[in-house]
């Protein structure tokens, strides 16, 4: 690691001389940092969102057709799927067809010798057991005395069981009857090559088969919803102290066409009455992680949200025309109702329904998603001629407070009429983000920054290019930097999002996000970014301060957080002359000599600019030091920062405390004894 030498005896020649003022500022949201959440390639499904079980419900669509896929059957079992004249649902019409084989070929493994047939699920490239409380239920049409046998075992040694629990048969002939369970392992599984099995003895069936339907099994979820959060991805966000979430999008918002757009209300309600839809990510998607379920994150981690509504535009350049548009509208009207209406009104009441009579908070609502691409200029033109104004005085109308937000930004082009603001999403090398630090200094129209990375390696390779394999450190630098540009214009960007958040290292081609998993909870992987993005977020400023000072290759920003009477500096070093370190002497107007602060520098550890946290290698390559400083006899807080490093100096004495009690600063990979 670089050196840096802190609180220097001597005044520093060529230091970097910042003198930020005590009033003058702005106040902001003190809502800045945040991330975006769509189920972009097992995102939802398989990654935050915990079912268990792959293709529970055997949903399918024109895009993805109906398939046994994740599912294969035990013992002496022939699995079809078969459309029963009584479905479960309208919503779930297909269920799977469990019959014993009539020729007497040899049981398959699994039979257990007991002559128990049945099926059994792969999960999302495996699945995780620990000893702890599953949930189960799963639906069954067709007589049966007996019981039912669900199981975890492993998928790499024969009949070896980690958990067993037998659900005595409640099913009847002509019925569809709905059974749950609880299974505790009696041990951890040693890896995630592991299935989930429900089997019967078919000696007690009344007829020759079983249909089954909606089979669900359920790990412990974050903070204990039901139908909620995989635990150690939901914590990893939390730990980054994020303050804002938009969802649903993104694309996913859009759908590919304007009939597989996502529909808020299909997402409603017990999950046999959610269809599920083809998403715009390339497999059907479940409809499990629905409005509510996003909704109850936000609750549970205490985050403002970006609600994003249909506008009209879908992937494939679908325009609603401007006399078809209302509708549309209405249902946002609606949607927004649900969010946070009276209990009492017609979508207020619906939500009641839910178990949540308390409307939740709802400030910014986004009209579509990125309108300036998919729909090409006739999409961008209908958008500022008809469709953004027509939601945007719709809404403002009935809800004067909400922020309403274009999702394109004025750099876009488009003239965004007020009260409006816009959203811009800079997917970036890191020199271009260096390069757009000051992009909203004049800029005289709020935004937010509705998705941000750096994702392209420096170069001129450009958007066609490859992206990075991971976050990497000189990129995570250079998203610090350009958070810094949208934290000094704090007043009128009032959130900053990264995206997308994160990715599972089984079905992937987006590579860079917050936070890489798969289903073995050991390669939860918090990236450079990660760590940028939590020391910043984890220190809001209610007021920007004005600073006086050069900028570059040192960046900063400077401001006070009122409830905590603190003053906060974030700063991000990028390429030095000659890779030198940079002196710093950073005063505060009423700051007196002798007063304490906290200085916490990132660097990376491995000196490499390309460096980055690899979830099969479990390396951390963000260094981490946190250190008290001292105002001198002239009341500046002397230090160096060494080239590409970030900053974080707070004069809050109880954060020294607080971040001696949070993870962030621990290598990622602790559970690495
Ligand atoms: C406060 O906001 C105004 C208007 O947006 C801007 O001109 C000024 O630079 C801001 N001050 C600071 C310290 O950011
Ligand atoms: C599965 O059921 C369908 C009708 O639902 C039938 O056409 C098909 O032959 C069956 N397949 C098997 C392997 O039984
Ligand atoms: C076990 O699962 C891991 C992924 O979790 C996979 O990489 C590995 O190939 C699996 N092992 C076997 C023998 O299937
Ligand atoms: C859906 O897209 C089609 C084809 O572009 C268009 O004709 C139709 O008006 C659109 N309908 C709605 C409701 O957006
Ligand atoms: C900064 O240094 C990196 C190499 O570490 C290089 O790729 C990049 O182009 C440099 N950027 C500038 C603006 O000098
Ligand atoms: C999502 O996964 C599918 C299937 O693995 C793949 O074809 C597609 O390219 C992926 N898309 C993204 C955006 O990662």
Redesign the pocket.
């Known amino acids: 690691m670089r050196s840096f030498i802190l609180s220097l005896a001597l005044p520093l020649a060529n230091a970097f001389t910042i003198n930020v003022a005590s009033s003058g500022g702005n106040a902001t949201s003190g809502k800045q940092y945040g991330f975006l959440h769509e189920d972009i390639n097992n995102s939802g499904d398989g990654g935050i969102y915990a079912e268990l079980i792959r293709n529970r419900a055997f949903q399918y669509s024109d895009a993805y057709p109906l398939s046994l896929d994740g599912w294969r059957p035990v013992g002496n079992a022939k699995l079809n799927t078969s459309r029963l004249d009584e479905p479960l649902s309208d919503a779930l019409p297909v269920s799977v067809n469990v019959s014993p084989r009539k020729s007497n070929c040899t049981p398959r493994r699994g039979a257990a010798g007991n002559g128990n047939i049945g099926l059994l699920n792969e999960g999302w490239w495996g699945m995780a057991v620990e000893e702890k409380t599953y949930t189960g239920s799963f639906w069954v049409y067709g007589g049966y005395e007996g019981v039912f046998t669900a199981e975890l075992r492993s998928d790499l040694e024969e009949d070896v069981v980690f958990g067993s629990v037998e659900i005595e048969s409640e099913a009847q002939e002509g019925k569809w009857v709905e059974h749950t369970f609880e299974l505790v392992p009696e041990s951890n599984a040693p890896n995630s090559n592991n299935t989930f099995a429900l089997t019967f003895d078919p000696a007690g069936l009344t007829d020759d088969s079983l249909n089954f339907n909606l089979i669900s099994l359920f790990p412990p979820t974050y903070k204990n919803r039901k139908n909620g959060l995989r635990v150690d991805i939901a914590e990893a966000l939390a730990q980054l102290h994020p303050s804002m979430l938009r969802f649903p999008g993104g694309n996913m918002l859009e759908g590919e ?3 597989t757009y996502w529909d808020w209300k299909d997402t409603l309600g017990p999950l046999k009455d959610r269809p599920g839809f083809p998403g715009v990510w390339g497999y059907q998607q479940t409809h499990g992680l629905g409005l509510v379920e996003y909704l109850e994150w936000a609750q549970d981690m205490d985050l403002d949200i970006v609600i994003g509504v249909w506008a ?1 535009l ?1 992937l ?6 401007k006399d ?1 548009l209302q ?2 509208i209405d249902d946002a009207l609606n949607q927004i109702e649900f969010i946070r209406g009276p209990a009492d009104s017609t979508w207020g009441s619906v939500r009641a329904s839910l178990g949540h009579p308390d409307p939740w908070p709802l400030h910014y609502v986004e009209v579509g998603n990125e309108d300036w691409l998919a729909g090409g200029d006739a999409g961008w033109e209908s958008y500022q001629e008809y469709r953004f104004p027509m939601f945007m005085k719709a809404i403002r109308e009935a809800y004067p407070d909400i922020t309403v937000i274009s999702s394109g930004a004025t750099s876009d082009g488009y003239d965004i009429p007020a009260p409006g603001i816009g959203d811009y999403h800079p997917y970036r090398e890191p020199d271009a983000l260096v390069e757009e630090f000051d992009m909203f200094d004049n800029q005289p129209i709020g935004h937010i920054i509705g998705e941000v990375a750096a994702t392209h390696p420096n170069g001129g390779i450009g958007w066609d290019g490859d992206l990075m394999p991971f976050p990497w450190w000189i990129g995570s630098v250079g998203e610090a930097v350009s958070l810094i540009g949208y934290e000094r214009n704090a007043d009128r960007i009032p959130a900053t999002c990264y995206a997308p958040v994160l990715r599972s290292m089984d079905r992937w081609q987006w590579a860079v996000t917050l936070v890489q998993f798969a289903a073995d909870p050991k390669l939860t992987t918090r990236s450079t970014s990660w760590y940028v993005w939590e020391l910043f977020a984890a220190h809001p400023m209610t007021h920007t301060l004005p600073a006086e000072g050069e900028l570059d290759p040192l960046f900063y920003v400077s401001g006070t957080n009122e409830d905590k009477q603190s003053f906060i500096w974030k700063a991000a070093v990028y390429n030095t002359t000659d890779h030198a370190d940079v002196p710093v002497s950073l005063s505060f107007e009423g700051v007196e000599p002798g007063t304490k602060a906290t200085l916490t520098v990132l660097t990376n550890i491995e000196g490499d600019p390309y460096a980055y946290n690899d979830p099969h290698e479990g390396n951390n390559i963000v260094g981490s030091t946190v250190t008290t400083v001292e105002a001198g006899d002239d009341g500046a807080f002397e230090f160096e920062l060494p080239e590409l490093s970030v900053a974080l100096l707070d004069t809050a004495q109880e954060d020294v405390q607080a971040r001696d009690t949070i993870d962030a600063r621990e290598p990622s990979k602790s559970w690495r004894a």
């Open positions: 066409t304007n009939k009209g879908a494939n350049g679908d325009i609603t025309p078809e509708p549309f």
